[in-house]
């Protein structure tokens, strides 16, 4: 089993729909929860951390950790085209190094 | 967000020649860097692991004497692929991670082919 579980999709939705994505995870040592996009051929861009469980807005984007269940999400509001890349959640604990998820291909339809 | 730049993002060499890429903070001190390489569809591996001034820490199968890492000041780290062989073409990224923050922030890549 890996340590950081993510469905890979392909997900399709319709611009201005509400994106769910999520991961699982099973070290309880993690406490720095990331969310990343990436286009094609880029290097991944940095949308949301969250230290801990909890809740933190920004703009359209929505990151929830929830410890106890080892389980962690990212919810896009109005959903544009340019949303359209692969998300990828990524977690650490006290070693700085990353434990990436496998990544959602995500496609906003216009 | 903090800002890292890596140069190039694109680079052909024929086989058996070297290739360096660079990979620069430009606004924070990066006291950790982190290399990457990253296949078609697939999530990032960790290649190395390298603090400034010190010797890079290398992922299990990755040859230290293949990928060498130089991280000789806060804001800048090397890749360098020596002797390239086709089978080094990939896709390398690396990110810098601000003192004691715990989150990486990563360049644009660096997309390598090997004829």
């Known amino acids: 089993q890996k340590e950081v579980e993510q469905d890979p999709g392909p997900l399709s939705v319709p611009e201005g729909a509400i994106v769910s994505l999520n991961c699982t995870y099973s070290?309880?040592?993690?406490?720095?929860f990331m969310w990343y996009r990436q286009y094609s051929r880029k290097g991944p861009e940095l949308l949301m951390y969250?230290?801990?469980?909890g809740n933190k807005e920004d703009g359209r984007f929505t990151a929830q950790v929830d410890k106890s269940s080892k389980y962690i999400s990212l919810f896009i509001r109005d959903s544009q085209p340019s949303d359209s890349a692969t998300y990828l959640c990524?977690?650490?604990?006290?070693?700085?190094?990353?434990?990436f998820g496998s990544g959602t291909q995500l496609t906003v339809l216009p | 967000g903090a800002v890292v730049s890596q140069h190039p993002s694109w680079v052909i060499c024929k086989s058996g020649t070297s290739v360096k890429i660079e990979c620069r903070s430009l606004d924070f001190q990066a006291t950790t860097m982190f290399w990457y390489r990253q296949f078609p569809k697939q999530s990032l591996m960790l290649m190395a692991t390298s603090n400034e001034g010190s010797k890079a820490t290398y992922e299990q199968g990755v040859e230290k004497d293949k990928f060498l890492i130089n991280h000789a000041s806060l804001t800048l780290s090397t890749l360098t692929v020596t002797s390239a062989h086709p089978e080094d073409s990939s896709f390398y990224i690396c990110s810098g991670e601000e003192g004691g923050k715990n989150i990486q922030y990563f360049g644009a890549g660096t997309r390598l082919s090997v004829l």
């Open positions: 070290n309880s040592a993690f406490q720095y």
């Open positions: 969250t230290y801990s469980s």
């Open positions: 990524a977690m650490t604990g006290s070693a700085r190094q990353l434990t």
